[in-house]
């Protein structure tokens, strides 16, 4: 007599619910600006629990994840700094036209890792008792150019420039101030609040929306990932409630 027992139909189902969703599930691989990886490393996690996807995440500089992804690099998302570039890739068949759209709004810092160094009014820019500020590369960094536009606009861009430190990105900038190679430099404010609200030690100024062009940070989907699930869930859940959350607990903005 067979006293093995037999499966029971719950059983079966719930394997076959647990063999459909590995097949279904995916891995993508996304470009995302450094000024963002803070917010995204807790918005990856959420999504990879709730979706059983895979994400392999990379950051960098936007106008570096351009030449890389134009040179043939097998990125399938792009989460920019700005707005322009994605577009562009839209254009160039880089990208799917359709899919792109704001995900966040930036806000620029100037930012000290000692305390007292950065006043409330930036003021020190004008004093100029320092010997290095950093600020990542403007031609490839936005952050870096809403930096050089912040000096113009108070008209000391001249003066300072001798003393300009540039980072290829926003986050080798922010090592060059919390290091004490630069005393001060302008990096992105998610950087100093972190995703608890607290700021970081050190002194900031939170830099005028008026100083410089708005930071519209676009995702879009790439030409290497319009087939993929995985890529294409990804930028729906990154315009959720949970994901929105997360944002702006790093202190950006969102599209009204």
């Given amino acids: 007599m067979n006293t093995q027992r037999k499966p029971t139909k719950l059983w079966i189902a719930a394997a076959l619910l647990l063999v459909a969703g590995m097949a279904q599930a995916d891995a ?4 995302v600006a450094a000024n963002f990886s803070g917010p995204m490393k807790r918005i990856n996690a959420e999504f990879e629990k ?16 351009y030449a890389q992804v134009k040179a043939g690099a097998p990125f399938e998302v792009l989460l920019a700094a700005d707005d322009e570039t994605p577009g562009k890739m839209a254009q160039e068949g880089l990208a799917v036209k359709g899919s792109r759209f704001t995900y966040a709004i930036g806000k620029l810092v100037l930012w000290s890792a000692k305390e007292a160094i950065v006043d409330g009014n930036g003021d020190i820019l004008k004093r100029g008792r320092f010997e ?41 900038t922010y090592q060059f101030i919390a290091t004490g190679n630069a005393l001060l430099g302008f990096i992105a404010l998610s950087q100093v609040i972190g995703g608890d609200g607290k700021a970081k030690s050190g002194s900031a100024w939170i830099v005028p929306e008026k100083y410089y062009t708005p930071i519209r940070q676009d995702a879009v989907l790439l ?11 990804l930028l729906k859940f990154l315009k959720t409630s949970d994901a929105a959350r997360i944002i702006q607990s790093y202190g950006y903005g969102l599209p009204k």
Avoid: C, R, W
Avoid at 28 to 31: E, F, L, M
Avoid at 145 to 172: C, M, R, S
């Fill in 28 to 31: 993508v691989s996304v470009a």
């Fill in 50 to 65: 709730t979706s059983g996807h895979k994400v392999a995440l990379s950051f960098g500089s936007t106008g570096k994840f």
């Fill in 132 to 172: 290095h500020l950093a600020v990542a590369n403007p031609k490839l960094a936005p952050y870096g150019a809403a930096g050089v536009q912040t000096l113009q606009a108070l008209g000391v861009y001249d003066a300072i420039a001798p003393k300009l430190v540039q980072g290829e990105n926003i986050a080798q």
């Fill in 223 to 233: 030409a290497k990932g319009k087939d993929n699930t995985a890529a294409v869930e």
